[in-house]
Nanobody, 124 residues
Framework: QVQLVESGGDSVQAGGSLKLSCTAS????????MAWYRQSPGKERELVSA?????????VYPFSDAARFTISRDNAKNTLYLQITNLKTEDTAVYYC????????????????WGQGTQVTISS
């Protein structure tokens, strides 16, 4: 059973930065695609940033404010990261990590595995 565990969520003031982590129970090199989503209260879950993995190559697909959200991975730690800078109150949400080993699903940003989420709260 694949497990994805997010961490790094916190309550911080606007203008600050956070780095979220998503650690997988197996090697992330097995995955063709990984992504970060977020869901704010009363809103639908939205895709923040995604990567497609092919060996050592990574293609990034930014969906939200690419200047502030940076997705990256560390294969040795089986971990996906999301760096968020210049945090805004509208970034308040639960952030979820997702993954799929299926490249056909990765091409559609359709993920098989999900984490439980980590809460990010930004105050003004």
């Amino acid at each position: 059973q694949v497990q994805l565990v997010e961490s790094g969520g916190d309550s911080v003031q606007a203008g600050g930065s956070l780095k979220l982590s998503c650690t997988a129970s197996d090697s992330i090199s097995n995955y063709c695609g990984m992504a970060w989503y977020r869901q704010s209260p009363g809103k639908e879950r939205e895709l923040v940033s995604a990567i497609k993995i092919s060996g050592d190559d990574t293609t990034v697909y930014p969906f939200s404010d690419a200047a502030r959200f940076t997705i990256s991975r560390d294969n040795a730690k089986n971990t996906l990261y999301l760096q968020i800078t210049n945090l805004k109150t509208e970034d308040t949400a639960v952030y979820y990590c997702a993954a799929t080993w299926s490249c056909s699903r990765a091409a559609k940003f359709d993920y098989m595995y999900w984490g439980q989420g980590t809460q990010v709260t930004i105050s003004s």
